[in-house]
């Protein structure tokens, strides 16, 4: 079985210099395909890279900055740990605006309960599971956007992926039988079915597309 990933204590951040919906969008990206995800701890709140870390036994500079404590809440070591910052492995991020859970938590649009809302759909979807069966529909070289299905038995999602800033568009067969297309995440798209078995969409930039393929009654 295949895994992707999400970050992990040997790579920079995913959170380094990019927006919320960015994250959300690789976050997705990572739970609609095949195989076992793995997002790294803070993804979920958007943590930071940190710089200029004190050089420490069993982590070396480059590393460090991924490996500084969770942020949970505002206050003394961000919630992690009560004990006086020098007692701590890594420092904690020390900028007035880093992400906590306790920020986030109440909060129904932000990027924590954006991630909770997309691994519930990997729960709740046969066509997420790890051994779905996962068809490219659209996937040109040095083009957007990136078109899939995922499919279990009669559990079929459509996912459209456009990380490029501007909308991008795309044609391509899709012979599964459908009354309409639902959208379970993401922005819409506009979808039209040209002639019978065939597709084109048109996605905003910066922007992905979930949806349930409904079948036709």
């Not at 790294?40 to 958007?46: A, D, Q, S």
Request: hydrophobic share 40%; glycine share 8%.
């Amino acid at each position: 079985m295949s895994a992707l990933p999400l970050g992990n204590h040997d790579l920079a951040r995913l959170g380094n210099q990019r927006t919320d919906g960015e994250l959300e969008m690789l976050t997705a990206f990572g739970l609609t395909m095949p195989g076992v995800p793995f997002i790294y701890y803070g993804t979920e709140i958007g943590m930071r890279q940190l710089h200029d870390l004190p050089q420490i036994e069993g982590c070396y500079k480059p590393r460090a900055g991924a490996r500084t404590p969770m942020q949970w809440a505002p206050g003394a070591n961000l919630g992690f740990s009560t004990a006086a910052p020098a007692q701590l492995y890594l420092p904690v991020d020390a900028a007035a605006d880093a992400p906590t859970v306790a920020g986030q938590e109440a909060k129904p649009d932000s990027l924590l309960n954006r991630t909770r809302r997309l691994i519930q759909l990997k729960h709740s979807e046969p066509a997420l599971a790890a051994y779905a069966e996962f068809v490219p529909l659209f996937a040109e070289p040095n083009t957007y956007p990136f078109v899939y299905a995922r499919a279990s038995g009669s559990s079929v999602l459509l996912v459209v992926f456009n990380p490029a800033a501007r909308p991008s568009t795309a044609k391509f067969d899709f012979t599964v039988p459908h009354q309409r297309f639902e959208l379970l995440a993401g922005q819409p798209a506009v979808l039209k079915e040209d002639k019978p078995g065939h597709l084109q969409l048109e996605i905003p930039g910066q922007s992905y597309a979930i949806y349930r393929v409904v079948a036709e009654s």
